[in-house]
């Protein structure tokens, strides 16, 4: 595996960590200024693109409806494309699982692709698009 492959991956698993610590500030570091998000069910967009860090970060931000549960982006199968000297292109499953005073339940599943960009050394998100499978369950 290339140093750039692990660097990527590395982002994507830093990506998911972050968001279920809810650790903002980190997460805001592995984006772009200028990243999107777009949430999809099958191809039918539901949600974005939220344009911007900064949106980015005010979206997860803000509380859940219904009690508060500890969500787990598991993120697998990553596969790279699309490498440039600046860009590349990531693709993974995601299975997102929530638990609240019982078991885990898988809420969602889906796939993530992100494309990142290279600059100064250090890749960041430009965009993610996740296409779920199903409605994500309340939780």
């Known amino acids: 595996m290339s140093s750039t ?3 990527i991956q590395q982002v994507i698993a830093r990506y998911g960590s972050t968001l279920d610590a809810h650790d903002h500030d980190a997460l805001a570091g592995l984006h772009r200024v200028e990243a999107e998000w777009t949430f999809a069910i099958g191809s039918q967009v539901v949600i974005g693109p939220l344009r ?3 949106a980015i970060i005010d979206f997860v931000s803000r509380p859940p409806d219904g009690p508060p549960v500890q969500q787990r982006h598991v993120l697998t199968n990553i596969s790279i494309s ?4 600046e860009t590349t292109r990531a693709t993974a499953y995601l299975t997102l699982i929530a638990a609240h005073d019982a078991a885990p339940v898988i809420v969602a599943t889906g796939t993530a692709t992100f494309v990142l960009r290279v600059t100064e050394g250090m890749w960041s998100i430009e965009t993610l698009l996740i296409s779920f ?7």
């Open 133 to 139: 499978d199903n409605s994500p369950l309340p939780h």
């Open 82 to 85: 699309g490498t440039s000297n």
């Open 52 to 54: 911007g860090r900064d």
């Open 5 to 7: 492959t692990h660097e």
